[in-house]
């Protein structure tokens, strides 16, 4: 960290910051920069918050130099992240696929939609038995009844099962019917949540918050490692901007960045970013290409009945499309990854 | 409902909308709009979702009439919602004044802020136990420790106390020690802490989200009340924003949108909206008089030292200055109230 | 459009409403929507504006049907538009590959750029002549003298050439020296240049504003089009969100968007939308497979010495390589084409 | 400026750095920062740009020192601008008042209206002749006809006359008609217009860009100094957010910050801003009491027959009613001036 001072600052302003440093048992360095005043913070690998600086008198910049991130990022683990479920790898190179209804409905929905998914190529399936919704008049979910049918149709396809956790008695039940435990959009610093999950023996997906940035991602990921669980997929959903005509603003250029920064596997949803059947297939293209380890595709054998996100829900021929185009484009991705450094 | 056929759509299509509506339990009727067909949906006070029909064949268009929120709107109730504290009251008209520090940080500290703002003329304390913070490395408050400070703060001054809650074990605390149980903008859409403190009998402070729409805050709303707890105050903190000068964008011309929507008091955080001291009391002024209720200012003794959002607290004389100020607004207000419709 | 009437509405509000309707000359027809009334505008095609009926005494909501847009629609044009340079098509299903420096510098930059873009397969040459800086100390482009060696770098390499005029005389000279007058985000509701422009032989290049809707870049495209220019190229480049990680927030999903609603051809750039070098080529490929019919690639011999956005531009060997990814893509591509209605 | 170079960084890293600031002109100097190297830039008032460093090899961050703003800030004058029209001032510590039509329509309008603005106490009268709209099908303005009118009504009434100009043509008129020309929002950084109206021997009102942050605000008034014209107000008139319960995003917040960093008299405009009538007191209040040195205020006779922002237009008596409420507002800010530092 580096502390400019002011140029009308004074040496007892100088004084004062630097007994703040020691008082938090860093040492300093006072430095000429241009015409001014700089006071170095010594450690670099873990710097006292910036804030503690901003205010002291005579103080006119603070410059972190070290990244808020520690164990999610690439500096703490250069390899990626890998995760296995049987036979299938998230994060060693492949695409993996994830698909299903928004929602849990009934025996025969889930059923009809698992098997659908698996044939046309889903490596895994998702489904919501606690949903989240604006409203409290909307379809809340099934419950346990719920997890109970992901369960079942796991038996019967032999699909991993992801499905999102809300609080703690979600977070019991998720751990015992499912193989990986989604935190949702709103919850992304739900921080309560983020510790407990923290500590379970699941993997987890953390979707981003529709206002967080890139470092909010991270940091919130970041509870989750340092809690105990290194078994962490991210998850770009959409991001609210003032573009109208997507329900969010898919910010696909993340995915590169991510890529660079953390060891964490990365996927991205286009069904709830878009809000549009007709974009989803576009935009999962997009999101392989652009590097993505994984998409999740909302799947509904009738959109039209569906209790929840009917309008951008692929129907399964249009999913089997989408999963065939995804295919075709592998080659050509696991070439770039060889050709490309 | 209104659902607006395609130019082309057929007699088929038609009567397949009507058929889905009738299966909703509505009553339907077909009306010509220009060249076009479109089918109403009867009933006004509670529509079927939009979704249902956005995908059906040869729907072009499908426009809500009635509004999604109920029970927080004016409709529902037309007279202001006034929550009593002793002799204080919120909402009524006149102007409340919430101050303390970010977070409650030892005994000295919190009796040395609850001294000072009540003697500067504030209405409540404020002060958090837990803090939900971006970084798993930051200081996550006191906990129950921290309330207790805040009990004995208010046995000290009088004031009642308004601290945030962050799940169940939080929420049981806050009941006891607390008069406000807020929730925070990170957990606006935490639906299951919102259920729970629908059912607490203690007054709520609700933070508008970061990316929340008015519908999705009033919404969030519309779950408290939905749960029994009809004792609701809103806030807001500011938006994220492209707009980087300050640390949230300051939405505040939602005060007088709430004021016209919603019987339920509004009070404005100008402290975590701007991340600034400076600008502080000119948005606490400001907020005064586009219509809210309250603003709630953060103050530390020393900001220098504190271990959150220094940068943005003012000092108890800066504080003091800013309630003389306020104060000196009110018969303004006042009479805004009497002589403006 | 349909104007929805409030539930205590008079019959004199709506013979109010009916005579305005009236005085603007369309016809009017009252109907009962639930427990209100309507009154809907009987003509079509182009409706009254919504302003003049939403703060009639009486009025509810105003509903617009018909779309703002007529021109750069598909309802006004069902097949696309397609451009042509010579034997080069823009538009009609193949991918356009444009490269080339942010500004032009000087005879030796701009030959080499040419040269090697289009050894590595580009098919139009960018350059900037006229720069529009943020700040005014900032390099502001050569002038007439950069478009004369935009037009010898042309002869050089046979590459049409794309550079953006900013008012009435650079537009003259463009007209003189280049094949594609491109219209910057920063002027895309600069009406007044927009009706210069639209009266220009030469094919355009219209870029999205930082903070256009999609229907503001639709409306921009058809000031282009009423002024009798029907050669328009529109350009993702990026909005303004709070996200931080890339320069703007690359908004790909308003590909599929365009390409549903607009004959225009649709062009990416990723360049100045990421801000960085190693976003430009994930970025590229995912644009082109979301749909776009070509992307703008900044390139410079030596990016550390550019005068202008020198981190977001490739060398000429990583253009290369990512010509070659693209072109390896574009079978994938013409495969989709087909097989996807 | 400060460079620091990455943990791994070479010796030729760092000569190579020093190297092209050397070839800038400049003079650098090595400096150790925690276990890394970092490069000084020697010359504080004028700083090369960041970009030309940030892609070099072995650098990690750049970190600029000084601010690329120059004369509009108040390290170039400390001062307060004053503009003067006749006996009154703008910028002095009083409050102007503007308002007017959004556009003018017919000499009967504007008198009404002209007349009735100043009857209430308005300061200057505001009024459009060249309408940037968004669609090439709404009405664009009487142009040269429009001024005449402002010119009759400044003669009626004594008010001195803002107006918009859009291109080389409508600022000619404007200097020969008008006492302040203003460059709307959208053509903030139309820098071909900003150098005309810079060399204008007229006063300018800038108003932010809908996309502008802080820094491009004051970056294109940094345009018109640089052009040789000082007198300038700046206005803030609402950003694009996904907040949607108003127009635009009042960005309240940049008042402060304008005040604290320069010299130019600051506007605000509620009713561009907020796009609702009954939002435009209110906010004209907060603007006051939050340090504004004025308001834009819409005004029409009979806004349901605006041709142009009815639903925004103050009705004569709305507008007479605020001007008295900001009235009686003044005597507390005047103390709030002398009183606050």
Known sequence: MLIVMKSGSTREDVDRVRDVIQGLGYESQALPVAER?????????????CELFETLPGVDLVLPISHPVRKVGRLARSEDTVLRFGSREVGSGGFTLVAGPCAVE??????????????????????GAYKPRTSPYDFQGLGEEGLKLLALARKETGLPVITEAVD?????????????IQIGARNMQNFALLKRVGRS??????KRGMSATLEDLLLSA?????????????????????????????????VPVLERLTHLPVFVDPSHASGHRSSVAPLARAAMVAGADGVM?????????????????????EFAALAASLKSLAPFMAEQRETVP
Chains 1, 2, 3, 4 share one sequence.
Request: net charge negative; hydrophobic share 40%.
């Open 37 to 49: 005043l700089a006071v170095r913070v010594s450690e670099y690998a873990r710097e006292p918050s």
């Open 297 to 317: 595709i909302e799947v509904h054998p009738d959109p039209s009945l569906a209790l929840c996100d009917g309008p951008q829900s692929l129907r399964p021929e």
């Open 168 to 180: 703690e008695a979600s977070v019991e039940l998720a751990e015992e019917y499912a193989d990986v």
């Open 106 to 127: 009934n025996e025969e929905q889930i059923l009809a939609v698992a098997r659908s998914v698996r044939d046309a190529g889903a490596d895994m399936l998702r489904g």
């Open 201 to 206: 023996r699941r993997p987890l997906l953390l």
């Open 222 to 254: 970041e509870y989750l490692l340092d809690a105990g669980n290194p078994n962490v997929i991210l998850c770009e959903r959409g991001i609210r901007s003032f573009s109208d005509h997507s329900r969010y603003t898919l910010d696909l250029s993340i």
